[in-house]
């Protein structure tokens, strides 16, 4: 015996009281006593609602009954395998209905019958395409239970930071220990410092009353000394401040350059690859196409002084042409004027001899 789906969810009772239910709401709640749910409300009415227009869809093509029942069945058979599991799975859903679609499209005995024509399966798979797996996502978004996410934290670095923090604690207190023996050593060296200077002195003192005299005499060469410094010293400080301007006047052009030149390179570095590139095709672009604009300009001036000629030429003829066409008016009209005269004299000549 060949599958079929045939009088599985509607029967022919039911179809007929549905094709005979004029009004949406009736069909609606006729459904709906037909199937009963226990979803929300909002579910509720999208199922409703999408087993109402599969219904009308049949009725519209024409089916017959048996055609309408299994068609119907085909559509609640994918939406309930859609709704079976949260994760996409579209290609798997629609397999499935054009599996079910040719179960009942083919005569295959005793694998399948065939109840459906081409036209019509070209239909109901245009049908299902354009509404129920166009909103597949939607369907599968409204009747299926949301899948969330949890994630748990765990600290494990608590042991690696008490160990850094002890290593930290070891390196300062040797630190520590270092200055104060610096310290230790620093004082110990005031202290001889100090115990020589005052032996130093010491001396200075008995060796000051058998030398007063030297002293003298050493006081007057080292203030001749310190006069002769002082000159050497003013002409070396002159030298030195020329020096120190000249210097100072280099190091500013040198720092002026520096500066300029750290513009410069910050000017370049603000520069993006992209606007270098830019830059670079216009320069290529320009060289490239300044030679050709030069030569379209000098062929359209030639081209224009060209055409002016041509329009002052044709503007001449047709002046010529004018003047021409008046001189031709003003002789024909003398010439008319001149044969009208001698008509006239004609006919006074013959009414004289009459």
Known sequence: MAYSMQWQDLSLKQINQFYDTVIQQNAISLIESWFPSDDSANKKRILYDFYYFILMFAKEIHLEPIQTSIFFSIMKKTHENCISSPYMKLDEDYALFQKLILDHSIDRPPFSKKYFTLDQITKITDYATNTYFRHYSMYKYTFTKQQKLTLNTVEIV???NTKEEDKDEQVIDSEEGNQQ????IDSSDGTNNETINIVEIDKNID????????????DK???ENITEQNNSNITTENNINSENATNQISSENENVDEESKEQNEEKLEEISPREKAIQELKILIENAISPKIQELK?????????SEDQLIKQIKKMDDAKKKAVKDATAVK????GDKGKDDKKKSAKGKKK
């Open 158 to 160: 608590k042991n690696l």
């Open 181 to 184: 023996n610096d310290e230790n």
């Open 207 to 218: 060796k000051k009353d058998s030398s007063k005299e030297i002293e003298d005499i050493k």
């Open 221 to 223: 060469i080292e203030e």
């Open 298 to 306: 000098v062929s359209l001036t030639t081209m224009l002084t060209n």
């Open 334 to 337: 003398k010439d008319a004027k």
